[in-house]
Structures are given as structure tokens and as C-alpha cells.
């Protein structure tokens, strides 16, 4: 089957990202023709990749001029192909978070101009009409995103044709900006399915896009996980894992799409491979929204249960600076430099100053002796930066627990399933996409229970440490054991092979319905 998948970003680094990456290796090993439209300019180092289309000769969506071709390595026995086709938008990357893009200017949709709203959509229908020309006529087609792939492909006259709705676009987005309803109403009106990752995001949806009757073909199409790449470690085996990784980040070329400190990142594995005690982690965004000063602020209450700990924070954005500042304040025992970064919040973001309450309401009263716990615990939490997709399967196993406190909602918690296919508890904050991630392991694994969900509010960081150390105060064969079933709880529930299978399916309006509760 010849599938056009719509994504128009890149094929590593955050969610969508390595949704796509994933599904379209997916649906290439089921056999299927892959044409996947994105923006990823090293699509040609990706070993999964067996061509590439650009449009050099482009001048605008009126001209885009002949469609080129770049075959790159044969398709492997047995398995289908993918094809990833670069359209001519220039250098400015309309985004939903504003990060830095090597190559390109990243920029917030409200910040467009109508013009160049318009000058990125007409490029992309143009680019998907000629891949549609070139292979004779896609038949079945993905959207990702409610703005502006849908409408892309809605005017391209793609049909059939599904939407997956990825979270970010619909919060951050289309929900604070009126101006972009009619843009999504356009594209998810024609769609034969709309997948999403959870309840949650069906209900929020439908809420922002009334009177469309998107409820009858909303379905479940949440993320896979790789339980090949994310599978429990045998024990003593972490340690070698992690100093694996660290030898061959120490010995790459410089990276060109996502800039990082490699030095930086091989100190923070140094760390977390030495570690004397159990070792944590996070894996995000540093964004307020992800709930990393969370993390920080429980630190302390963690490392003193469990003396020698470490905590390896991965990931890269725009909060990084204040909560560098904020680990520097908690291991100093500074808590007045604490409380003024919790009342400055995402001022430290870039953004307006609006102040972390749960953040604030633990500094406004710490447990007692937490200024000496949080001294004690200098030096155990590490910065790895930006890790690629594949470097993060071979690090989360090799941890003990992962902490995803997420503070605005999420689609779905990929992270956090891709830890539990791993072994390893994830702590997550009961809402949205997490929540549902967490229920399905807690009902198949009851013993996770009472650690595994996080409540927010203003007690939210003692409660989160104590999840972390009641998990940690396990014997290290029922934390084992447990993580065994927890893997195969996420083996069973998530795999990409069903993700593109559901894909296929809802592309021709077969869906697994969300209904409402």
C-alpha cells in the first residue's frame, strides 16, 4: 500500500518527532510504500531511509518546480520503503514551542503574518500534490497535527485521509488562539478519523472544535513503544550500559540539527554510571510545563533515603537557565534564592513573570533539616542535555526510576511507557494522557499502585518524593520482579506494529471510538 504521512518536522528529538520516525519504520517493515513529507535535513544519515525528494529549482508555492528524487540504499528483504520528501519552505519553521532549530528561524504560529501562513501552506499542498502525482496516487494518507497539516492536505485533494492529533498543537496553540480554529476545522472536517493518545485530549478537542461532529470518528491512536529498544536490563548489567553510551557520545562528529554539549553529556554519564546509590531520571522538554523544578525541589527528600543517588536530567529548552539556577539554589541551602525563583517562574522562561505555586508553597515551608539534605546532595544531579532517540532506549533501563510530573497536560505519556517497558517504575502526574498511561499499568501491576501517580497541588513535592523512595525502599528482586511485569504490561498494551496498523485503519475511518465518559 502506498501511505503519504504529513509531518512538518523533524524525524528525531521530541514526541511527534519519533512518533513519525517510528511509524514510518513501522509501516515499512509491514510492507507498505512510505511517503513522509517533514523538514529533517539529515534525513539522509537516518539507516531506515531509502530516499529522499527536494525541490531545488523552488521560488514559491506557484513554482515549486520539478520534484528530484535521491535513492540511498535499497529497501531490506522482505520490508517496504520509505521515501522522506523535504518541501521548499525557506528557513522559517512555524512551531507550537518556540526551540532552537539549527538552520532554521523557529516561529510561535501566533507570531505569523498571514502571508506567511499562507506562503507555508501553499508550499506544502503544492509538494504533497507532486509526491501525490509522482507514485501514481497515494492510498491512505496521515495528517499530523491539527494545524496545518490537515488543512494541507484537505486542499491538496488527498482522500482518505486520518489526523493525529499530537497535544501540543491543540494547548499550546489552536485552544489560546481563535485565529487558528477555522484553519483546524478545515483540515479535521474532510478527515475520515481523528486518532488521539487518551480521553483527555478527545475531550479537549472537542471542546475547542465544536459543532463538527468530530465525536462519531474520534479513536484511540496513542504512541508505541520499541519494547525491542526499551526492555529491562539483567542485573549488574547498567552500569556497562551507560558507560557504552558515554564512550560513543565522546567519540561522535558534531551534531548539525540539534546543537549539544558532548562534554556535558559524557560528565552527566560519568555520574549516573558511578552512581553509589539508585539512580533516577527525567527525560523531556525543560519547560515549566514539564514539572522539572518539581523534580529539583524533591531531590534532597530523595538522596537523603537513598545516600548516594543520582539524578541525570535529559532533555534541552527554554527553562533550562532557571532551573540550573534552581538546582544551584537547593544544594547551596539557599532558600530565599529558591523562593525568588519560584515567585519569578516562567519569567525565567522568556515569558511573562507568573509564579509556581506548588513550587512556592514547598519553599514557604520546607520539612525540617532540608537545607543540610539539599547540601548533602550537591553534585548528584547532572544535566545530559539533548540525547537522540535511540541513545535515550539505552539509558532509561539502565535507570531505577523515572519522574514524569508533567504540570500541563499531556496527549500521552510516551515517556513514561517506554519506561515501564524498560522496568522501570515511572512517577507521573495523575492527569490528561499520563493518568491513562498509569491506570492501564496499575490495573494489570496493582502493586504500583500507590507509587506510580502523582497528585498536583501544593503538597505535590513531598508527595512526589515520596513515591520515588517508597519505590526505592523495595528489595532490589521485588523491584526487579515488578519491573518485569510492568514491562509486559506495556509490551502488551503498546507496540508500533499496532500503531500502524491503526493508522492504516483510520485513514479509511475504522477507529477504536473514544466515546465520552
Not at 531520571?281 to 515549566?288: E, P
Not at 523544578?293 to 532557571?322: C, K, S
Request: a negative charge; aromatic letters at 6%; charged letters at 20%.
Amino acid at each position: 500500500m502506498k501511505i503519504l504521512i504529513f509531518h512538518g518536522y523533524l524525524l528525531r528529538g521530541t514526541g511527534s518527532n519519533i512518533y513519525n520516525a517510528n511509524l514510518a519504520i513501522a509501516l515499512a517493515g509491514l510492507g507498505h510504500e512510505v511517503h513522509l513529507l517533514c523538514q529533517d535535513r539529515e534525513a539522509e544519515s537516518l539507516d531506515w531511509v531509502n530516499a529522499v525528494g527536494t525541490w531545488p529549482d523552488a521560488t514559491g508555492p506557484d513554482s515549486i518546480g520539478d520534484l528530484s528524487i535521491e535513492q540511498l540504499r535499497a529497501a531490506r528483504e522482505g520490508e517496504g520503503s520509505v521515501t522522506v520528501y523535504r518541501p521548499p519552505i525557506g528557513n522559517l519553521l512555524p512551531v507550537y514551542v518556540e526551540d532552537p532549530y539549527e538552520g532554521f528561524e523557529a516561529r510561535a504560529f501566533p507570531r505569523l503574518t498571514d502571508e506567511q501562513i499562507d506562503f507555508y501552506v501553499g508550499t506544502n499542498v503544492a509538494a504533497v500534490q507532486a509526491v501525490d502525482r509522482e507514485v501514481g496516487g497515494v492510498e491512505a494518507a496521515l495528517a499530523n497535527h491539527l494545524i496545518m497539516g490537515p488543512a494541507i492536505l484537505a486542499r491538496s485533494g488527498i482522500r482518505p485521509y486520518a489526523v493525529k492529533n499530537h497535544g501540543s498543537d491543540l494547548e499550546y496553540t489552536v485552544k489560546p488562539n481563535p485565529r487558528f480554529v477555522p484553519w483546524a476545522a478545515e483540515g479535521v472536517e474532510p478527515a475520515a478519523a481523528i486518532l488521539v493518545g487518551s480521553h483527555h485530549t478527545a475531550a479537549s478537542m472537542w471542546e475547542a472544535l465544536p459543532g463538527l461532529g468530530l465525536e462519531e470518528k474520534t479513536g484511540f491512536g496513542p504512541p508505541g513503544v520499541d519494547t525491542e529498544a526499551f526492555a529491562p536490563l539483567a542485573a549488574g548489567d547498567h552500569a556497562a550500559r551507560i558507560a557504552s553510551l558515554r564512550e560513543e557520545i565522546e567519540n561522535e562528529p558534531p551534531s548539525t540539527t540539534f546543537g549539544r554539549d558532548a562534554d556535558e553529556a559524557v560528565e552527566a554519564l560519568d555520574r549516573f554510571g558511578a552512581s553509589e546509590g539508585p539512580r533516577v531520571i527525567f527525560v523531556g522538554k525543560l519547560i515549566v510545563s514539564k514539572g522539572v523544578d518539581l523534580i529539583v525541589a524533591a531531590w534532597p527528600l530523595i538522596h537523603r533515603q537513598n545516600p548516594g543517588a543520582t539524578l541525570l536530567l535529559v532533555g534541552f529548552g527554554a527553562y533550562e537557565m532557571g532551573l540550573r539556577a534552581l538546582v544551584t539554589a537547593v544544594t547551596d541551602g539557599d532558600l530565599e534564592a529558591a523562593r525568588e525563583i519560584a515567585a519569578v517562574g516562567r519569567g525565567l522562561e522568556g515569558g511573562e513573570q507568573e509564579p509556581l505555586a506548588y513550587l512556592g508553597a514547598f519553599f514557604a515551608n520546607p520539612p525540617s533539616g532540608y537545607v543540610e539534605a539539599g547540601q548533602a546532595a550537591r553534585g548528584s544531579i547532572s544535566f545530559a542535555g539533548r540525547l537522540e532517540h535511540e541513545e535515550v532506549a539505552r539509558v532509561v533501563p539502565a535507570a531505577d526510576s523515572m519522574i514524569v510530573p508533567s504540570t500541563f497536560p499531556e496527549a500521552f505519556g510516551m515517556v513514561a511507557a517506554e519506561a515501564a517497558a524498560s522496568g522501570v517504575l515511572p512517577v507521573c502526574a495523575e492527569h490528561s494522557g499520563l493518568a491513562e498511561v498509569t491506570a492501564t499499568l496499575a490495573e494489570e501491576v496493582p502493586e504500583v499502585k500507590s507509587m506510580i501517580g502523582l497528585p498536583l497541588g501544593p503538597g505535590a513535592v513531598v508527595e512526589l518524593a515520596g513515591k520515588v523512595n517508597r519505590w526505592l525502599a523495595l528489595e532490589a528482586d521485588d523491584r526487579a520482579r515488578i519491573g518485569q511485569n510492568i514491562a509486559e504490561s506495556a509490551d502488551r498494551n503498546w507496540s508500533w506494529q499496532g500503531v500502524a496498523r491503526d493508522v492504516i485503519s483510520a485513514s479509511a475511518g475504522e477507529v477504536r471510538k473514544v466515546g465520552r465518559d
